[in-house]
């Protein structure tokens, strides 16, 4: 199995789609409301918090069932789901959120 079949598996793409969603309500709501601290977090820090914790139970069951089989695609997989979840994360700790 190369990378290329690796990513196509459910348990490869959905925690990158989840780090993009992630990503992508970070980037709406500075452009929305600023990075101003505001004394309530508000929906859009719960939706980013739901969707990173989410993660991590895909992340493990995924890693679980195809290291085994496929270590060099799954680590390089894992890799990948990494780097998102910190470009996820990287605007929060940046703006101090």
């Known amino acids: ?6 990513i ?3 348990g490869a793409f959905l925690p990158l789609v989840m780090s993009f969603a992630a990503l992508a309500t970070v ?10 601290r505001q004394a309530d977090e508000g929906v859009s820090a719960h939706i ?3 969707l990173i914790v989410a993660e991590v ?4 069951f995924f890693t679980i069932k195809w290291l085994p089989k496929f270590p060099r695609q799954t680590l390089e997989t ?3 789901q990494i ?6 994360l990287a605007p ?6």
Not at 1 to 6: I, K, L, N, V
Not at 57 to 60: D, G, I, R, Y
Not at 92 to 97: A, D, G, I, T, W
Request: glycine residues 2%; hydrophobic residues 70%.
């Open 57 to 60: 139970p895909v992340v493990v």
């Open 27 to 36: 980037i709406i709501h500075i452009i929305l409301f600023g990075v101003a």
């Open 8 to 10: 196509k598996k459910p």
């Open 78 to 80: 894992l890799a990948l």
């Open 48 to 50: 980013f918090q739901l």
């Open 92 to 97: 929060v700790f940046y703006f101090h959120f």
């Open 83 to 88: 780097l998102a979840v910190l470009a996820a």
């Open 1 to 6: 199995m190369d990378f290329t079949s690796m």
